[in-house]
């Protein structure tokens, strides 16, 4: 062991050590945030020192500082300035503690750079991501198919899984606090197993364990009954694997449109309509059908519609972080944990400024990455692994328009990475194979 490690570590430089910590924290990041973070703070820190650009030289960190800024301002102002209307419901601290979603990750961004600044480093973080997302799907499938329940422990409790026992219409949830999160992790990993498979062309052992691994993060994303999760799983293949997948998506789009169609239309097929219903599980069947909408309490409109008047309310500085499931409870009696988009609840947070910042910066980012990624043929040094950046950032970003599971943690680690990841393919990467040995 002795002679392994000192193998393993010798003529490593400074920057090599925060490599191999970024990668075992992207490891351990789905199974607990702890841990990650043990691994993931030290190496930013290391980034941070040898990171090639000056943090204040380069120009991408202004608009995440000016946006810090503005958060900043609004959480003070809410807490000493503002008059508090909902004083009896909501605390202003709550501000102060959502702060913690947002200005760590400014640093963040800045700091994982230097670990995925070419292609061996991007192929290294795939590869830490998915057979991180390995016991996920373990007991995911252990609460789907055996009810596994927990909660279940080891290293002397150091590390300890909850898992929620599924009601119907519920689907598997695994180490996540409901099905959509969980669906919105795979989603996440999803692209980079694409793109992982398609590039092992040449080594079959490889190859058959990669795709071990597509089928089995796609079934689980399927099992989790989220929609978001479906479509993240059908838009990816077009993007990563272009008009093959295409071609793929409309042919599934145009079956499984026609078998929902003859399923709950009133049209008399005898038996090949009983096989169509019974082709499908009842759960996917009930997320789209009337009978999956009629117990619900409000529509995503509402809801929106109720988002729209609080941010009405104080447009410049926001009504506060976490105000909104608080003031909705208390004017309709239903609880919402959230306004069911991403930028509508910014915007209650902080106001509507610092969501247009992240707004146009994410936007550029997407368009600046994706015309370099798909549309300039002159550049040779893109690869799968960029494709696959760019996917899981587009489809989480859909995603977080009629949900938000930004919030939880691992997630939000993942979706800053993926966001400096975007900026280092628009500037142009470092394509030496330095930390390849790893």
């Known amino acids: 062991m002795e002679y392994l490690l000192n193998n393993f570590f010798k003529n490593k430089s400074f920057k090599d050590y925060g490599f191999f910590l970024f990668l075992s924290g992207i490891f351990f990041l789905p199974s607990t945030l702890f841990v990650g973070l043990l691994f993931l703070l030290p190496s930013a820190i290391i980034g941070s020192f040898s990171n090639k650009n000056n943090y204040f030289k380069d120009l991408w960190n202004y608009p995440f500082l000016i946006f810090g800024i503005l958060i900043s301002i609004s ?145 689980a994303a399927f099992l989790t009954y989220s929609r978001n999760a479906w479509l993240g799983l059908l838009t990816t293949l077009p993007i990563i694997i272009g008009k093959k997948g295409i071609i793929f998506l409309l042919s599934v789009f145009i079956i499984f449109t026609l078998i929902l169609f003859f399923s709950q239309s009133s049209i008399y097929l005898g038996d090949i309509k009983n096989y169509l219903i019974n082709f499908l599980p009842d759960k996917v069947l009930l997320e789209f059908s009337k009978d999956g909408y009629r117990d619900l309490d409000v529509s995503r409109l509402e809801i929106l519609k109720s988002a729209t008047n609080l941010i009405i309310l104080n447009p410049l500085f926001g009504i506060g972080a976490a105000s909104f499931p608080a003031i909705y409870f208390a004017e309709t009696n239903f609880w919402k944990g959230h306004s069911h988009n991403l930028l509508f609840e910014l915007a209650i947070s902080y106001g509507i400024p610092s969501a247009i910042i992240l707004f146009i910066i994410l936007l550029i980012l997407i368009i600046l990455s994706g015309k370099k990624i798909f549309l300039n043929k002159k550049i040779n040094n893109i690869s799968i692994f960029d494709k696959a950046f760019w996917s899981a950032l587009f489809v989480f970003l859909i995603s977080q328009m009629v949900d938000i599971q930004y919030y939880d943690g691992k997630i939000s680690i993942i979706v800053w990475i993926l966001i400096a990841g975007l900026k280092n393919i628009i500037e142009g990467e470092n394509n030496k194979n330095t930390l390849s040995k790893f």
């Open 75 to 219: 959480t003070i102002s809410q807490n000493f300035f503002l008059v508090n209307n909902y004083e009896e419901i909501w605390d202003p601290k709550l501000s102060i503690y959502g702060l913690g979603n947002w200005l760590p990750f400014i640093w963040l961004f800045w700091a994982f750079q230097p670990y995925i600044d070419s292609k061996s480093k991007k192929r290294s973080f795939a590869l830490a991501l998915i057979t991180g997302t390995f016991p996920v799907l373990l007991t995911g499938f252990g609460q789907y198919f055996f009810n596994w329940h927990g909660p279940f422990e080891t290293l002397n409790g150091l590390i300890i899984w909850y898992q929620r026992p599924i009601i119907n219409p519920g689907g598997l949830s695994g180490l996540f606090n409901n099905q959509n999160y969980a669906g919105s992790w795979l989603n996440l990993a999803w692209p980079f197993c694409i793109a992982l498979f398609l590039e092992l062309k040449n080594n079959i052992f490889r190859r058959t364990i990669v795709f071990g691994f597509v089928f089995s993060i796609g079934f």
